[in-house]
């Protein structure tokens, strides 16, 4: 058997890309940082134009109804870009969870207009944790217990990323209740801890076709600094943990269904955080200093990783879920 992504996949990335490239993505994740959004938006319509956002949600509520891996697929192409905005959450997060729901009604009032680009969603998992990017969805959600509520942003809290802002929110109304809500919620966050491991492993690539383009071109002592094995084997190195990682991404988002669901994506979002993360401090060593200046596109990328890395559990709470779930698994 060959696991391998079918050529309509591989053409879907390929749009995406080249979607991307040709928005600029540098200079709308600038923008975005500073408060201005309307660059960012525009570019997310387009990614929803060209069905990107549609893929978690169901026909009947307006989206494409498609299978996990292919929203893997769209979002390690957001994350390679680094796309700003609240996507895992549009995309992923609270479709799953309002699917969830045995009642329709809310999927039917907000996902169509996520699957369009015409509205983004965030949300918080509890009334302490902040939203990322409040200002500019036009739903928030946050999650308490049993009860999922609409809310309102309050103040701005600083991110080491200041493309993913953060505002802490306060409570609205009750749109649900009942055990339904933990469950959805749960389905809620697998969703946004695998769609944050696509964008890991999509900004890490990144990072290494820069860091190799970079090292082709900079000249040390008569030659590229490419040519230096102290260089090459970092860079191989990096390359060898996105690629063991990606098998584990694919695999958690075909068992998304499936009882294993917990144990696959906190293993995916372990692998792809700490493969992205490993690329990003690697960049930083061949690009040197000029990496860690606001004005290198470089930089970007680097706070990205350092803020998903932690976003939707730290590596902790996922090595946890790992080892409790090989522990229930095991022989008595």
């Known amino acids: ?28 994740i600038r923008a975005w940082g500073g408060g201005d959004h309307r660059s960012g938006r525009g570019l997310i ?3 929803a134009g060209a069905g990107a956002l549609g893929l978690a949600i169901d026909e009947d509520h307006g989206g494409m109804g498609a299978e996990a891996i292919d929203l ?23 479709p799953t ?9 809310l999927a039917r009032r907000w996902l169509a207009a996520f699957a369009d680009g015409q509205a983004l969603g965030t949300i ?23 009860r999922l509520y609409t809310a309102h942003r309050t103040e701005h809290v600083r991110s080491v990323d200041a493309a993913r802002r953060l505002f802490t929110v306060a409570t609205n109304d009750v749109v649900a209740e009942g055990d339904a809500v933990r469950a959805a919620v749960d389905a809620g966050f697998d969703a946004g801890a695998l769609a944050a491991a696509a964008q890991l492993l999509g900004a890490g690539r990144a990072l290494l076709d820069t860091s190799v383009a970079y090292a082709k071109q900079r000249h040390q002592f008569g030659k590229p600094i ?26 958690a988002a075909l068992s998304l269904n499936s009882p294993d669901r917990a144990r696959d994506v906190s293993a995916a979002k372990l692998a792809c955080g700490e493969a992205a993360y490993r690329t990003a ?7 040197g200093a000029i990496g860690y200046t606001a004005e290198c596109d470089v930089s970007l990328w680097l706070t990205r990783v350092t803020a998903l890395r932690s976003a939707w559990g730290t590596a902790d709470f996922h090595r946890a879920r790992i080892a409790a779930a090989l522990r229930e698994g095991a022989p008595a």
């Open 124 to 146: 918080a998992l509890s009334p302490q944790a902040p939203a990322v990017d409040a200002d500019t969805a036009e739903v928030v959600l946050v999650a308490d217990g049993d």
């Open 1 to 28: 058997m060959r696991f391998a992504l079918a050529p309509e996949q591989r053409d879907f990335a390929d749009s995406l890309r080249k979607m991307c490239d040709a928005a600029g993505t540098p200079g709308i």
């Open 97 to 105: 969870l309002l699917q969830a729901l045995p009642d329709s009604a």
């Open 281 to 287: 401090r690697i960049a930083l060593q061949v690009h």
């Open 226 to 251: 490419g040519q230096y094995q102290a260089v090459k084997h970092h860079l191989a190195d990096a390359l060898i943990g996105l690629e063991m990682a990606e098998p584990l991404l694919n695999r």
């Open 72 to 94: 893997v697929v769209a979002l390690q192409e957001i994350g390679r870009a680094a796309v700003p905005g609240p996507l895992v959450e549009t995309a992923a997060v609270i």
């Open 45 to 47: 319509r387009q990614l």
